[in-house]
Structures are given as structure tokens and as C-alpha cells.
């Protein structure tokens, strides 16, 4: 073998066994290697470009990137090259120069869904929304299941104020697989928010495979596969809002932007008239205690019950209430007849279906003469609720006619003094059709 044959046979060993010692994290050993390629050739490209991401993976930046930029101009058709020299621009925040050697390597090879992610990622921390929404669009064209452009389209829309486009690209992340460690109820959650209905409830089949006695898991699974139910199982009402509790208030007002403390408390003055401490008042499933704020001050005694320990663990630091009780509502209010001037149960209705003997418990515990004001969850439309008057939506809350809800008041003793259609809350970014009740013993 020649001399020069011998040589080029040396350098392409000492290539391999520098590419080697780089993958397996020997960063010393492979500068060494490196090294002795370029003291052979000192415009050997491969050995350039690799020292430079190795001197950037040891924090000398400037040393890479003048390494980087020099491999690059004597190989300038190689697109992972120019890739990988923006990669490391970002790293360094040059993004204005990043984006400059992310559209290099796309020039090369603009079908490339990983560059236009890295490009939108660059444009992104530019402050160049449109054109990074247009550059993670294009990814997305090209891979349309590549989760970090998604997840990039979330962050995007979020900061602009969109929550509907951010939670459909934070979804389309999150379903895709694998899906083991995984929340299979954020997974049955985000199927259904993106009009996947029956892929939701197949979660929630495996999840019953997975825990058998989960109840969230069987009444989630009821809602999504629209199983006929007449009210959610207490078991799953305390599981529900025992791990919600510590988040309620910021989840249930902020993010669903609940408004039915201040409709509670519009009623009550058209009504009654300006609060004083006149009334014995229970507030059923008062959670947190949300309505607190507006019961109080017109309340001789407020008491709470609700099934959630946990919420009620949070009602008791607002210091408004004279008894708070863990306890089935109905259950209690058929133990205390005529006790009540006012019963108040915001968003309570939504977790039963039949309501016949709330209607008659709440009656029971009001004395002559007394107000019973409640929320509930309606449907655009008739034909959207069962002809029983009710159904489980795939929300997970029941939705009741207004004929259902006006024909049982008046079976329990009840005289309609106010219904009227009033959304308290929004999902999906869309208002939520709701009811707001109030009755006269």
C-alpha cells in the first residue's frame, strides 16, 4: 500500500475512534483525536465540525462556533452542518444568527421538519410570532406528529391570549403515543377536547383494566360513552374534589372563569333587598367556600356541607361559617326540617341527574316562606337531553332541561320565582349553557 494510501487510512481510523470516544461522553480523548486530524489536515471539515460541538458541549462557545463556521464554509452543502451550527447559536442565545444558519440548512433541504422547528424556535425567542407560528405550521405539514412543534404552537397562542388554539396543540401532544406514564385521565381529557369522544372513552376502559375501584375512572367512562346514569356515585364526587380541592378556586374561577358567586350575588339584592345578618342559610356542596363572601354578611348562621374533606378543610380557613359538615346533602337536610331561610346550591345540580329527592330534602330543611336558589347546566337545545328530562354529558356534569328542573320544583312544594338562561362558566373557550334558579317555599 502507498504511503498516501497508508495515511488516508490512518485518518479515517482516527476519525472512527474520535467519533467514538465523542458518543460515549469522553470528551478529552476525543479532543486529542480531533486534534491530531487537523494537525494532518488542517481543513479536515468532519474533524471541525465535530470538535466544535464537542468544545460547545465543554462550554467554550466562541472556540465552537469559529470551529462550527469553518467546517461550514469549506463543506457549505452540508444542511445537518448548518442544522447543528444554529443549534448551537440558540444555545448561546444568538437567535437572530440562529435563524440565519437554520434558513441555510433549509436552503439545502427545505423539506426538513426538524429545521423548521428549530427555525420557529429561534424566530419564537426573536419575538417573531407570525413568523415562527408560520415556520412550526410548515413542520407540522411535514411531520404532522412532531410533538415539539406543537407544544412550541401552544406556548405561542398561549402568550397571545388563545387559549383554544394552545390547548388543541397541547392535547395533539399529549395523545401522542407512547402513553405509558401517561395520565390516563389528562389523556381521556385531552381525546375529548379534541372531538375525539370515543378514543376517550377507550382510555378510560383501559384505566378500569388498570384500577378496577377507581371511580373517576367509571364515571368518566359512563360520560364519554354516553351511558344512561341518574346521578354520580359519591365515591366519585370526594374523589373528584378531594384531589381537586388545593386548586379549585384558581382552576374553577380563572380558568373557567365561574361566575356564579356574583350572579348569587345579583339575585340576592334584587330580591331581598341590601344584605343584614337576618337569615339562617345553608350552603350546600360549598366546596370551598366561594359563595362564603356573598352568604355572609346576610347570614344570622351559614353552615356548609359538602363530601370533599379536603374542600372543606379550605372552607374552614375563610372563617365564615358557623358548622361545616362532611355529609351527603340530601342526608342532611332530611334530618333538619324547617331549620333554613335560604338553601343556596351553585353548581351542585350538575352531579345528579334525578333530582327529586334533593328537591324534596332542600324543601324539608326550608321554613315557610323561605328562597332556594341553585345553578344548573342546560343544551342549546331540547333534543340534546334525554327525554328523561336529563343527561350525562361527556363533560362529566349532568345537563337538565328547564321543564324538568320548573315541573319537579313544583312537585316538591315550590313556586318559580326566577329561571332564567345565564352561562357561569366557559370550557373549550365557549360559554357553558347554564341555568340559574330561584325558588319560594
Given at each position: 500500500m502507498s504511503h498516501a494510501g497508508d495515511l488516508t487510512e490512518f485518518m479515517a481510523q482516527t476519525f472512527e475512534e474520535a467519533f467514538r470516544l465523542?458518543?460515549?461522553?469522553?470528551?478529552?480523548?476525543?479532543?486529542?483525536?480531533?486534534?491530531?486530524?487537523?494537525?494532518?489536515?488542517?481543513?479536515?471539515?468532519?474533524?471541525?465540525?465535530?470538535?466544535?460541538i464537542l468544545m460547545h458541549q465543554a462550554g467554550r462557545h466562541d472556540e465552537a462556533l469559529e470551529s462550527l463556521q469553518r467546517a461550514a464554509e469549506l463543506v457549505p452543502q452540508q444542511a445537518d452542518w448548518r442544522n447543528d451550527q444554529g443549534n448551537v447559536l440558540f444555545a448561546c442565545q444568538r437567535y437572530g444568527e440562529a435563524v440565519a444558519a437554520y434558513r441555510q440548512a433549509l436552503a439545502l433541504r427545505p423539506d426538513d421538519a426538524q429545521f423548521w422547528n428549530n427555525c420557529g424556535a429561534a424566530l419564537r425567542e426573536q419575538g417573531e410570532r407570525e413568523q415562527a407560528i408560520e415556520a412550526l405550521l410548515r413542520a407540522l405539514e411535514l411531520a404532522?406528529?412532531?410533538?415539539?412543534?406543537?407544544?412550541?404552537?401552544?406556548?405561542?397562542?398561549?402568550?397571545?391570549?388563545?387559549?383554544?388554539?394552545?390547548?388543541?396543540?397541547?392535547?395533539?401532544?399529549?395523545?401522542?403515543?407512547?402513553?405509558?406514564g401517561k395520565s390516563p385521565e389528562m389523556l381521556a381529557i385531552s381525546y375529548y377536547f379534541l372531538g375525539q369522544v370515543d378514543q376517550a372513552a377507550q382510555v378510560c376502559r383501559q384505566w378500569l383494566v388498570d384500577e378496577p375501584a377507581n371511580p373517576v375512572a367509571r364515571h368518566m367512562l359512563d360520560a364519554y360513552?354516553?351511558?344512561?346514569?341518574?346521578?354520580?356515585?359519591?365515591?366519585?364526587?370526594?374523589?373528584?374534589?378531594?384531589?381537586?380541592?388545593?386548586?379549585?378556586?384558581?382552576?374553577?374561577?380563572?380558568?373557567?372563569?365561574?361566575?356564579?358567586?356574583?350572579?348569587?350575588?345579583?339575585?340576592?339584592?334584587d330580591t331581598l333587598g341590601p344584605a343584614g345578618p337576618a337569615l339562617d342559610i345553608l350552603d350546600v356542596g360549598c366546596g370551598t367556600g366561594l359563595c362564603a363572601p356573598v352568604l355572609a354578611p346576610r347570614a344570622r348562621r351559614l353552615d356548609g356541607v359538602d363530601l370533599s374533606a379536603n374542600m372543606l378543610r379550605h372552607a374552614h380557613e375563610r372563617g365564615s361559617y358557623h358548622q361545616l359538615v362532611?355529609?351527603?346533602?340530601?342526608?342532611?337536610?332530611?334530618?333538619?326540617?324547617?331549620?333554613?331561610?335560604?338553601?343556596?346550591?351553585?353548581?351542585?345540580?350538575?352531579?345528579?341527574?334525578?333530582?327529586d329527592r334533593f328537591f324534596a330534602a332542600t324543601r324539608h330543611a326550608l321554613r315557610e316562606g323561605g328562597y332556594f336558589f341553585f345553578t344548573a347546566e342546560t343544551a342549546q337545545t331540547d333534543d340534546e337531553i334525554g327525554g328523561q328530562g336529563y343527561s350525562l354529558h361527556p363533560s362529566g356534569r349532568f345537563r337538565h332541561r328547564r321543564d324538568y328542573l320548573e315541573q319537579g320544583l313544583r312537585a316538591a312544594g315550590f313556586r318559580v320565582v326566577i329561571l332564567q338562561q345565564e352561562s357561569l362558566r366557559v370550557e373549550m373557550q365557549q360559554p357553558v349553557p347554564g341555568l340559574v334558579v330561584l325558588a319560594r317555599v
Open positions: 465523542h458518543a460515549a461522553g469522553q470528551l478529552a480523548e476525543a479532543e486529542q483525536e480531533y486534534r491530531v486530524l487537523l494537525e494532518l489536515d488542517v481543513d479536515h471539515a468532519a474533524a471541525l465540525h465535530y470538535l466544535g404532522p406528529q412532531l410533538a415539539p412543534a406543537m407544544l412550541q404552537l401552544a406556548t405561542l397562542y398561549e402568550q397571545s391570549g388563545d387559549r383554544m388554539q394552545a390547548s388543541r396543540y397541547q392535547c395533539q401532544a399529549y395523545v401522542l403515543p407512547p402513553h405509558e360513552a354516553g351511558a344512561p346514569a341518574t346521578s354520580a356515585s359519591l365515591d366519585y364526587i370526594a374523589r373528584r374534589f378531594d384531589d381537586y380541592a388545593d386548586h379549585f378556586d384558581h382552576n374553577l374561577v380563572d380558568n373557567l372563569q365561574y361566575r356564579g358567586p356574583q350572579i348569587l350575588a345579583r339575585l340576592l339584592e362532611q355529609a351527603e346533602a340530601s342526608d342532611w337536610m332530611e334530618g333538619r326540617g324547617g331549620q333554613y331561610d335560604l338553601v343556596v346550591a351553585c353548581d351542585v345540580v350538575i352531579y345528579c341527574g334525578g333530582l
